[in-house]
């Protein structure tokens, strides 16, 4: 663990006010600093490391589309957590990416602080840099805890974003056969 993390927390602590001598807060700073390694251990981790070579010949030309895959990042405005779920579509040209690949590829740049629109486009460009596909498409859905627990205060707002590449931008038809399939386009 980063020696000066578990300090820096416990200067917050006394910043807003509190003893971190009280028992309760004791192991705080510690805890905190762990925490908040593991929220953002995506920085020690590259996109090689991922995919570990999990590419397999296909003949398959069609859509593949893993969704719902849940997500927890970290707001790099306020540090505050947002949560939600994202649809990943791609058109192999000749190689398809192991199923849990997609996955980690999403928590890898999720485990970072984050905008959600630099994730979006950071997920879609790793899938093509990877399957080198004829199109990709990501769309994530995500409640942001600095619009719920501050500011605005709103509890039931989503955010929406979506990166399309290749043939997913290029066609309207296949934009909207990946938007149907994902259950965001009656």
């Known amino acids: ?11 917050i602590l006394v910043g807003l006010g509190e003893n971190p001598e009280r028992e309760g807060l004791l192991d705080t700073p510690k805890r905190a600093a762990k925490a908040m390694q593991y929220l953002c251990h995506g920085y020690q981790q590259s996109l090689e490391e991922i995919v570990n070579g999990a590419l397999f010949a296909s003949d398959n030309d069609e859509m593949v589309i893993v969704k719902d895959i849940e997500l ?10 947002f949560i939600g779920k994202a649809h990943v579509a791609y058109i192999p040209t000749g190689k398809v990416l ?3 690949k997609v996955a980690r590829i999403v928590d890898m740049y999720a485990r970072r602080l984050q905008i ?21 498409a990501v769309v994530i859905e995500a409640k942001h805890m600095c619009m719920m627990m501050r500011g605005v205060e709103k509890q039931n707002s989503v955010m929406s974003s979506s990166v399309m590449l290749g043939a997913f931008r290029e066609s309207c038809n296949t934009r909207h056969e990946f938007l149907q399939l994902i259950g965001r386009n009656k």
């Open 72 to 81: 927890y990042s970290l707001c790099e405005h306020h540090l505050l957590p």
């Open 98 to 100: 192991g199923l849990s």
């Open 1 to 11: 663990m980063n020696t000066q993390l578990p300090h820096h927390y416990r200067e």
């Open 116 to 136: 959600q629109e630099n994730l979006t486009k950071q997920i879609a460009d790793a899938i093509q840099q990877v399957t080198n596909a004829a199109g990709v």
